[in-house]
């Protein structure tokens, strides 16, 4: 009886000392994941002086916001951004419609539609075969797309996978409820406007975030369809200024070169571009933490 | 009879039309963007010259392939192709999987949510973003990892500019912006398990210990062979975006990917159809991997797309 209770007790101590442990892991790695994020924030706000010796850590260094002041007044990166809110705006209308007006036919039976299979596959295919990149560029070359903002929102007009997630939550809805629209004289379309739309508003709400964050974080496309870095989006001309794009030039150069050439770039300068750029996504997070939630049970995984 | 069926067949069409209608754009623009540049699939096998198109560029038949062959780097691009995502699969299956079974762990609520809000932030940075970022965090010279290594007593490290490195350092970070999402998905699969299923381990006298590797773990299997037939088709995506913002020259013999040389080979140097080879082949691959997956996730998982 005696030993029974020790053993418990035993038990119930060494949970505690698992627990202490799980939670002080489980923070630690939640801070390791934002500690390079932290660390940058805090050199975007601090002297070009103490960023370059590298004194930055958590908290910035003689507090000051003129690399933001600096970065907003620059008339390239100003432009960049204008171009990113005007390409996102644009990219959510045409994506939007296009899925659903999509997703709403693929959700009737194929008795319903007549060829319904057809369409879906014909949709599917694309998903899971390309062209590639090089046949994708010259077409959007050929048809006279470069240097428009077409370029960046045409060729992703139809995202299947979400035209997908939003189709099998029409699917799921009850059926009386188009059945008894249909009985009152309702078409298509008024179904769809004054009813599936409606009732669908969680799952059009996590797919316009999909749309927003996919466009303004996209950047390839803009460096492959804008031949002027004037036109380029944020995200792409971020790209341009971060990156050491021309790889001939720095070809057999020594590792002390390339290290002096990533450190004697204006470091606050650019890390308070980098946050600029990310700073709308941070701003929705709270949204996008709450939807993508609701979105991931209703699309992807079924079980 | 006959006529019957055509009757049918208009009355189909008077309560169907709209729906079609309302197909033409999908159809339109997937045919422009999608099917049109599957032609382009010809310049693999052309010496492709812009100004005569994909139909009319002098034939090669299979010499871009072989020139292919010929080349030097197309193993190395192919192996560290495969290496880096085939890592990056496995990892970024185990580690979210790991983590969430951890979090399940915890009880105080408020505390696992600010730790699963935290460790998603990352997937939603772009590349540029997060490359940015890392370039400055990684530095040898002043970068705040290698000044928590020194602590410890470490030589700075060059972890972008050492080939031997580079490659985790790419699995390292990917690992670094998933996890957090893997997580989400596993810890929902978690909650949406039977409750009467832990309250009957709890009367048999099961601790937490036990409930997790006799229930917890044995109900989530589908799930994880859900999501690993499904990332089958990534068998040769190492992550373009990842690897053009990360890699440069004193990185190129284990960083380049097939991705990263269509790029350099097809867009820079104007080897067109070299390049659309390359792309070719992955393609086909890829294709052939996602299929299977879904294949496989449809018998084993009875996962249906649509």
């Known amino acids: 009886m005696k030993s029974k209770k020790t053993g418990r007790k035993r038990i119930k101590q060494g949970s505690i000392v698992f627990d202490i442990i799980n939670y002080i892991f489980l923070a630690a790695v939640a801070f390791l994941c934002l500690l390079p994020i932290v660390n940058v924030l805090a050199i975007s706000f601090s002297s070009s002086a103490k960023a370059a010796a590298g004194l930055v850590k958590l908290l910035p260094l003689d507090f000051n916001i003129q690399s933001y002041k600096y970065a907003l007044t620059k008339p390239q990166f100003l432009s960049s951004f204008l171009i990113s809110v005007q390409r996102v705006i644009l990219g959510v209308v045409v994506n939007m419609f296009c899925t659903i007006v999509t997703a709403y036919p693929l959700s009737k039976s194929a008795k319903e539609l007549s060829g319904r299979n057809i369409y879906a596959w014909f949709m599917f295919i694309t998903m899971i075969f390309s062209g590639g990149l090089i046949p994708q560029f010259m077409v959007v070359k050929q048809l006279g797309l470069m240097d428009s903002i077409w370029a960046l929102v045409l060729p992703g007009a139809v995202p299947v996978f979400n035209v997908i997630i939003l189709m099998n939550f029409f699917k799921q809805l009850p059926k009386e409820i188009s059945e008894s629209a249909v009985m009152d004289g309702a078409g298509h379309l008024t179904i769809l406007c004054r009813l599936y739309l409606p009732l669908s508003k969680p799952s059009l709400a996590t797919i316009v975030l999909f749309v927003v964050v996919g466009h303004w974080n996209e950047w390839f496309n803009g460096m492959l369809y804008m031949t002027s870095p004037l036109k380029y989006p944020l995200q792409t001309y971020l790209q341009s200024i971060i990156v050491i794009r021309d790889s001939s030039t720095l070809a057999g150069a020594s590792k002390e070169t390339l290290e002096m050439l990533s450190t004697v770039s204006d470091k606050t300068l650019t890390s308070a571009q980098i946050f600029i750029a990310a700073a709308p996504i941070l701003l929705i997070y709270p949204f996008l933490q709450k939807y993508f939630m609701k979105g991931l049970t209703i699309g992807s995984v079924k079980g | ?306």
């Open chain 2, 1 to 306: 009879m006959k006529k019957t069926k055509l009757n049918h067949f208009r009355m189909n069409f008077k309560k169907q039309w709209i729906l079609h209608v309302m197909l033409i754009p999908m159809v339109l623009l997937l045919i422009i963007f999608s099917y049109y540049p599957m032609t382009g699939i010809l310049i693999a096998f052309e010496k492709y010259n812009p100004t005569l198109g994909f139909f009319k560029s002098p034939w090669v038949g299979l010499s871009n392939f072989e020139y292919i062959l010929k080349l030097p780097n197309t193993k190395r691009v192919l192996y560290n192709t495969v290496y880096i995502a085939l890592m990056k699969i496995i990892l970024g299956m185990i580690v979210p999987i790991f983590f969430a079974l951890m979090l399940d762990l915890v009880k105080h609520s408020g505390f696992k949510r600010s730790i699963q809000t935290l460790i998603y932030i990352p997937y939603f940075l772009s590349w540029v973003v997060l490359s940015g970022i890392l370039i400055d965090v990684l530095s040898p010279s002043n970068g705040i990892v290698n000044e928590l290594l020194g602590v410890f007593g470490a030589e700075p490290i060059f972890f972008l500019g050492d080939e031997k490195l580079f490659p985790n350092v790419l699995i390292i970070t990917d690992v670094w912006k998933g996890f957090g999402y893997g997580t989400i998905i596993y810890l929902a699969g978690i909650t949406s398990i039977d409750p009467t299923l832990y309250e009957a381990a709890k009367m048999d006298g099961a601790n937490r210990f036990k409930q997790m590797r006799h229930i917890t773990i044995p109900c989530l299997v589908p799930i994880i062979i859900l999501m690993a037939t499904l990332s089958m088709g990534n068998i040769l995506n190492a992550g373009f975006d990842q690897v053009l913002n990360l890699y440069n020259p004193a990185v190129m013999t284990t960083g380049d990917i097939i991705d990263t040389f269509v790029y350099r080979i097809g867009l820079q140097n104007s080897q067109y159809g070299i390049a659309s080879a390359m792309g070719l082949f992955k393609s086909l691959v890829s294709f052939l991997f996602i299929s299977v997956g879904y294949w496989l996730a449809y018998k084993f998982a009875d996962y249906r797309i649509f």
